[in-house]
């Protein structure tokens, strides 16, 4: 089954930097687009950054754009997040979502554009 899994959260004073990864299994990696997320207490899931299959197409949300940059590994199956700068606002639990765009170079903003999600990481950042 597909399995998506987070890591690389933790605690980080603010101006410090994190790097997320998402390791993905049991699907063809190369023909989706992913996307990270993040969720605070009693707020709605919210979209951070996409990139698409081959990695060409980025696009990132207003309140990251500068700090954050996502990529990703075809070969190891992987999408990174490096997060720099972080600051109280960023703090939540950070998800990753695969998108089936075979090969457009299609990125998505929309949680419900993604097929498959993995369980968060959390990410907070002390003031």
């Known amino acids: 089954q597909v399995q998506l899994v987070e890591s690389g959260g933790g605690l980080v004073q603010a101006g410090g930097s994190l790097r997320l990864l998402c390791a993905a299994s049991?699907?063809?990696?190369?023909?989706?687009?992913m996307g990270w997320f993040r969720q605070a207490p009693g707020k709605e899931r919210e979209f951070v950054a996409s990139i698409n299959w081959s990695g060409v197409a980025t696009d990132y949300a207003d309140s990251v754009k500068g700090r954050f940059a996502i990529s990703r590994d075809n070969a190891k199956n992987t999408v990174y997040l490096q997060m720099n700068s972080l600051n109280p606002e960023d703090t939540g639990v950070y998800y990753c979502?695969?998108?089936?765009?075979?090969?457009?170079?299609?990125?998505?903003?929309?949680?419900?554009?993604?097929?498959?999600w993995g369980l968060g990481t959390q990410v907070t950042a002390s003031s």
């Open positions: 979502g695969a998108a089936l765009t075979l090969a457009a170079p299609i990125v998505y903003r929309q949680t419900a554009s993604y097929d498959y």
């Open positions: 049991g699907l063809t990696f190369r023909r989706y687009a």
